[in-house]
């Protein structure tokens, strides 16, 4: 039981917004699409509803063709990060809809809606109308009604973006559980890796209109394809350095050379591109074995408990995720600081090479 994209791509005026893609979701899992704004996200998932038509490939539910079937006569649910709720029913009719015009009992409609709207923190709100809530409060009614919708597939685009950071985390941690139980195949659109680390399930990441990866969450995170799909599953996006590869060593900039050990011993002689994370790079030396580059200091981003560096190391822009509050003076020169067991391998066409070792013991 799945829902099948058979090498299905969207077209409009002439320009590509979805490449040919295929991908296979199976029954009662969570799958995560991440990427950028205006990475194609929101146009799968209207291919996916039926909301648009294929230019090219099939779209295949339980293994029977659907492409032309309209999105009235398929079992799906919705939820956009903007909220769409009727605003002259109160929140208990709202959230009630779908399963009247299924012709469900009064009873069992009671119940549900009952259910949801606790689940949802809407109990003491169900006789409002949508536009005497909070924002917060009309996505969770928004949610609600998917919910209680009973759908073979659900999906959710971007639709905690609005919350506020307490309800956020509740949701992130509920939505998977519920929808798990319900047998759904759940779709979660997210522009955030934390988001989808979070989320757990498969992820596909997009770029301009592309599938990059899809597999489990943690393996796209650990052991990205190519580079492309390490900059997305990246935030800030990963930092790159032109490498070379010569006898048993690694050569970097300035000099520096590290022993190409495990899976680096088998690469090629030749040019390559190293990739990094933020978080890995490190304004202190962590051991005596570390990589150190020079670099010239652009502007700081106090978070509260962490702070982002952004550097110039030889016309690179980089950016280090650092924890705790630095009082850095702009314009300076630095050395900054990376851990080996963190670098990644691409080769110049942004293949992986060789994932991160650390990557490969976690």
């Given at each position: ?5 058979d090498n299905?791509s969207?077209?409009?005026?002439g320009?590509t917004?979805i490449h040919?893609?295929t991908?296979?979701?199976e029954?009662g ?13 929101t146009?799968?998932m209207?291919?996916?509803?039926g909301l648009d ?5 099939r ?12 999105v009235?006569?398929r079992n799906?649910?919705?939820v ?6 009727y ?7 709202n959230?009630?809809?779908p399963?009247?015009?299924a012709?469900?009992?009064k009873?069992e409609i ?14 003491g709100?169900l ?16 949610l609600?009604?998917a919910?209680?919708?009973d759908a073979?597939l ?10 506020d950071?307490k ?16 047998g759904a195949?759940?779709?979660?659109a997210?522009?955030?890796?934390e ?12 770029w ?8 489990p969450?943690p ?9 492309v ?11 790159f350095?032109?490498?070379?590869k010569?006898?048993?060593r690694?050569?970097?900039g300035e ?12 690469l ?6 190293a990739g ?10 962590p ?8 670099a010239?200091l652009?502007?700081?981003e ?10 110039d190391h030889?016309?690179e822009r980089?950016?280090?995720l650092v924890?705790?509050?630095?009082s850095?003076?702009?314009g300076?020169?630095?050395n900054?600081?990376v851990?080996p067991?963190h670098v990644y391998v691409?080769?110049?066409d ?9 990557a490969?013991?976690?």
């Amino acid at each position: 039981m799945a829902l099948v994209l058979d090498n299905v791509s969207k077209v409009v005026d002439g320009r590509t917004h979805i490449h040919p893609t295929t991908l296979t979701l199976e029954k009662g899992t969570m799958n995560v699409l991440l990427g950028p704004t205006l990475a194609g996200k929101t146009s799968l998932m209207r291919l996916m509803a039926g909301l648009d038509k294929p230019a090219t490939g099939r779209i295949l539910w339980h293994g029977e063709d659907v492409t032309d079937r309209r999105v009235q006569d398929r079992n799906v649910a919705m939820v956009y990060q903007q909220f769409v709720n009727y605003p002259t029913l109160s929140v208990r009719e709202n959230i009630a809809s779908p399963l009247k015009v299924a012709g469900r009992p009064k009873g069992e409609i009671e119940e549900a809606v009952h259910k949801a709207a606790a689940l949802m923190k809407l109990d003491g709100m169900l006789d409002r109308k949508p536009l005497e809530l909070s924002g917060g409060q009309q996505q969770r009614c928004a949610l609600a009604r998917a919910l209680v919708k009973d759908a073979g597939l659900v999906l959710l685009d971007e639709p905690l973006a609005n919350l506020d950071y307490k309800l956020r985390e509740e949701l992130r941690a509920e939505i998977p559980r519920i929808f798990e139980e319900s047998g759904a195949i759940f779709v979660y659109a997210t522009t955030e890796p934390e988001e989808a680390l979070l989320l757990g399930g498969s992820t596909a990441t997009l770029w301009e209109g592309r599938v990059t990866q899809f597999g489990p969450t943690p393996e796209v995170y650990r052991r990205p394809a190519d580079a492309v799909t390490a900059r997305v599953f990246s935030d800030p996006p990963m930092n790159f350095l032109k490498i070379a590869k010569a006898g048993d060593r690694l050569l970097f900039g300035e000099g520096q050379s590290v022993p190409a050990l495990g899976t680096l011993a088998g690469l090629r002689d030749g040019r390559y591109l190293a990739g990094f994370r933020p978080n890995h790079l490190e304004l202190e030396p962590p051991h005596a074995g570390c990589l150190t580059f020079p670099a010239i200091l652009s502007e700081t981003e106090i978070t509260g408990s962490e702070t982002y560096v952004h550097i110039d190391h030889g016309g690179e822009r980089w950016v280090g995720l650092v924890h705790g509050v630095r009082s850095l003076r702009h314009g300076s020169s630095m050395n900054v600081y990376v851990d080996p067991a963190h670098v990644y391998v691409f080769a110049e066409d942004g293949a992986l090479a060789a994932p991160a070792s650390y990557a490969l013991a976690a």
